[in-house]
Structure formats: structure tokens, C-alpha cells
């Protein structure tokens, strides 16, 4: 019997979020079932389209028996899995919204290792900084949009739904003011962190009918969005004049790996 010495892609991905900051939640996914969510959550990954992780994933992803998919308690989520022809690890980011995929940011990078503390590293170095600045200018691209929709609703409907416009926000803006209360000088002036105090509250909560008039709400969630971003962007001037609605073509095909055995890879 052929027995392969290769990490199970469980062991390497603990071992990567066993050497990451903060707490990551393992999760394996069978990518060999033939309606695998694995297997779609796999091909939302959010990387630039020459990284080594699409590049395998394009044209070689039913040669992949598994991945595990690594979640932080604050949202990110990575994906691990093995590239077929050469068994190189590889761990890429997961899009948290799929309208973040066709966005015009920088993707973040994926990577691949021999090892799981070449990964580490590389994930370090590389893919979670790349990660965090894509995660910024998309949440401010969908936040322009956002409020874009507010600013039409407040002017040009008489009774504009709500609803959509109360979950767009909550699913964006939560994430700037974080950004916002982690970076730069903003906890260290009492008038900013009331600004992102009053900011949360007023973007985040469900309009009560003691809120007054809807054209109040849409205003004050006009008023605190604006600041939202416009503080976003004195952080990160490479978010400034992005537009919210230009998408990216999608990518060629991949080059052809070097020529291996057309043999399957022993389980593991």
C-alpha cells in the first residue's frame, strides 16, 4: 500500500490558525461531493486572478479531495487546500458578500508553501494585510453606494423601503467604524469617538416610529455615513475616488501546470 506522507489538509490549516492572532474557527469541506458547498465557497475566493490559488482552482479544482475553511471571530474567513500537482499548500481569502467580487479593488493575495510555517509566514507577510486593505475599499465602495440609494430615496420617494437600506448599512458600515476605532487617531480624541459613538447608533439601529418623519431618518443616516466615509478615506488615500460601480473583466485561463502523472492522489 502507498501511504502518503503529506499533512491531512485538516492538520496544516490548525496549524496556520493555531499560529495567527486572535481565534479562528476550523470548518472541512468535502470537495468531491457533487453539490458541495465547500466546493462553491471555494470558487468565491477573493484573490487576484494570477495568484496561485485561482490559477489551481480555474482548471484543477476537481482534483482537490478537501478544503478547510478558517473563520475569525471578526468576519475574515480564510480558505486551505493543496495544489494537485505539485501538493503545495495554498490559502487564499473568501469574499464576506459576493457583490465584493466583481468590485475595482485591489484583490487580496493568495499564497503558496511547501510547508504549513512557509504558509504562516506568507499569510502574515502578504495575504491578511492585502486582505484587510480589499476588505476597507470594498465596504466603502458599498457604503457610497448605500447612501447613494439614500440620498435618491430621500429625495425622490414618497415611502421608500426601508428595509433594503437599514441591511445594506448594517452589512458595511459596523465594519468602517471598527476599521476606524482600530486605526489612526480616532480613540485618542474624545470628539471622533463620540462621532463614531453617535455614527454606530444611528446606522446601525432599526427606525422605531419615535424616530420621527422618515425624511429625518434618511437625513441622519445621510449625515453620519458621510462621516463614516469621509474619515475612511482621510485614513486611506487609496480608497479616495474609487467608483463604487466599476467592475473587472473576468480573467483568462489559466497556463497549464507542468505535466505530473495522471494517477489520483492517495486519500488523506
Known sequence: MDVSRQPFIGDTASRIAQALAGT???ELGNLQLPASDARNRLHRAWSAPDGPLP???RSYSRQMPAAAFLTHEDGRV???TERPWDHQVLVGAIAPHTDFLA?????????????APAAVDKVIRALLPSYDRALVQAHLQMMDTTLARVHAARHTAEHPEMLPLVLSLRAHAPYLIRHLRASGPWPASAQSAGALDRASRALT???????GPVTEVLDRWLEHGRRVTEMVRSLDPHAAGRSPNRTTAPPG???RPPSTSTGSSPAR
Open 24 to 26: 479562528w474557527e476550523l
Open 205 to 211: 439601529a432599526d427606525p422605531a416610529a419615535d424616530d
Open 78 to 80: 480564510l480558505v486551505v
Open 55 to 57: 490559477t489551481a482552482t
Open 103 to 115: 468590485l475595482d479593488v485591489p484583490q487580496p493575495a493568495s499564497i503558496a508553501a511547501s510547508t
Open 253 to 255: 485561463l489559466p497556463p
